[in-house]
């Protein structure tokens, strides 16, 4: 019985101290919540604060960017910078752009432009000047190469003219004199009057041309040595080539247009072009050209069309190289385009700078049509009265990225 009793009492003792920890946890963890609360509260209540600092009396906020103002996104730019690199900006206007065909071309020689020097006589080729190469500017009159036929065995073909002309002039001579007492027919003193008049136009064709070193052969024209057709100490034949001389005064340009424009050859009028060793795009236009013609069908190994056209040499081409041409047919006169300076390309989209104010502007993605080389259609993305910046574009875009402010760095 006592043993009951005094187990029935520890079991009482553990109940009411469970129950007095319980309580207290309880109000801890009140107590807990309740400064949580308050916590958040004095959060709240710091960040409203913070807010209304942010604002004058009129409820105006001057730390926070004007977003609705559209300045939100504005390149500072000031006009030092802007005379440092020589910016210059471009008033977008309605204005006429043609239809543009680019393709590719060459270079050519007009015709009438070029004379082919050719051998005068059998022998040896003996250049002038040994320095004499391609490019090379020579004048009218100006020996190119002397040919000579002294050590070969059939001997020197320029003596033997001479010596057959020297001995025709006497036998003329002689028949002369016969004919006169009749001794010979006149048919023989017209044989020997024949033998004489070749001996001698063969003899004076070469006689001014005849030197110490051989035949020398001249350039007929004024121009330069486009190609040197044999070498030094070889031998040539009488008709055989020797050089080519261009007077380099009229060029063509011939482009290669793919049959999918047939159609559209009938429209064009001019071209531009680009040449691969200068990065200035040429106008026809600018350069006395006119269009010669184009092809009415492609030839059998190729499925392009030609297009010829005629300009002046400005001393800036090389004949037989390869362009890019732009060729230009119909024109469109309410059509927007712009340098193709201006225009930047991020990820495959395309933008330009607009000028806002005076030290201020702002990046504009557009919409590109077609180029002509040189200038370039803008389909969307700038209006008539833009002004869009076309030198010093890359320095403005540099600018961009020193006025980001990062992220959680605004004040």
Known sequence: MKTYIISLFIIIAIFFTGCFFGNKNQNSSTKNAHAHVHSTKDRHDHSAKDDHDCHDEDGHDHETPDTEGGHSDEIPFSKRQAEAVGLQVEEVTYGIFSHVIKT?????SAQGDEVTIAATSNGIVSFINSSLSDGASIRAGEAIVAISAKNLLDGDPAKKTKIAYETALKEYQRAEELIKVQIISAKEFEQTRLRYETAKTAYEAQASDITASGVK??????????????NQGEYVSVGQPIATVSQN??????????????????????????????????????????????????DRQSFYIPVTFEFDNIGDFVPGSFVSVYLLSKAQDDAISIPLSAVTEEQGLHFVYLQVDEEGYKKQEVTLGQSNGDRIQIMSGVKPGDKVVIKGVYQVKLATASSVTPEGHSH
């Open 104 to 108: 590719s071309g060459q270079i050519l």
């Open 217 to 230: 052969v001249a350039s007929p024209v004024n121009g330069y040595i486009k190609n040197r057709l044999v």
């Open 249 to 298: 005064r009229r060029l063509q340009l011939r482009a290669e247009v793919s049959e999918n424009y047939f159609k559209s050859l009938k429209n064009i009028g001019s071209a531009n072009f680009q040449t691969s060793y200068d990065n200035t795009v040429y106008k026809l236009s600018d350069l006395n050209g006119r269009l010669l013609s184009f092809g009415k069908a492609s």
